[in-house]
């Protein structure tokens, strides 16, 4: 089946932008308030960073699966994306305030971390997953920087406390992996998904 456009069950903007970027036409399928979604990122104990942003992208999917069918929406191929920053075995969410941004943005000052996004899609009854991993390599952050970083607001609704588009983007000095996938959405990846599902791309 050759799909005209994919429904986006996504409230970030970089993930729009992204695909509308990459040509694709996408339909929002955001979840209403009486969905606890803050409730699918919680992470298990011991959970390692990639098992728990594969999981997380699976529960999202389910859930917009749910949505879909329960808007009675016409049918097509959905895509989710997770995540997550990973310090070693440590997973770095969103921040919850200042307090927590500041302790992120100092484990992460002065060294290597992982950002990892999983992009999951369906099409019918299957699904498809992809993992992106990229290596991030932070020069030494000053209190002074984080301080001001934090106050301009940048590091919130953001994994790690921070953007690599924005103003943070100067702080890294090596980048291996998807830039974009940093961002939220692996190009690459969601390019190959979304043909399995039957998109033009
Ligand atoms: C590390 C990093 C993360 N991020 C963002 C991407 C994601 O939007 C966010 C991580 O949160 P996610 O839980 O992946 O996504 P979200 O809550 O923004 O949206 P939804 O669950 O509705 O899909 O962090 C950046 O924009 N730049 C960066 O450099």
Request: glycine share 10%; proline share 5%; hydrophobic share 45%.
């Amino acid at each position: 089946m050759i799909a005209s456009f994919v429904y986006l069950a996504s409230a970030s903007p970089r993930r729009k932008d992204l695909l509308k970027q990459m040509g694709v036409t996408t339909r929002p399928l955001l979840a209403d308030k009486r969905e606890n979604v803050e409730q699918l990122e919680e992470v298990r104990r011991g959970e390692l960073p990639r098992d728990y942003v594969l999981r997380v992208a699976k529960l999202k999917l389910d859930a917009a699966r749910r949505r879909l069918q329960a808007r009675g929406l016409p049918p097509a191929p959905i895509l989710v994306a997770d995540t997550t920053v990973a310090l070693g075995r440590r997973i770095l969410g969103k921040p919850d305030g200042p307090d927590e941004a500041r302790a992120m943005l100092g484990a992460l000052s002065g060294r290597s971390h992982r950002v990892l996004t999983a992009v999951a899609v369906s099409a019918g009854v299957q699904s498809f997953v992809e993992l992106s991993v990229t290596r991030v390599e932070f020069v030494p952050l000053s209190a002074s920087m984080i301080d001001a970083y934090i106050d301009g607001g940048e590091c919130f609704g953001k994994a790690g406390a921070y953007g690599i588009q924005g103003r943070a983007g100067t702080w890294a000095r090596r980048v291996v992996g998807s830039h974009t996938g940093v961002m939220g959405l692996p190009v690459f990846e969601t390019a190959t998904l979304l043909r399995r599902a039957g998109l033009r791309i």
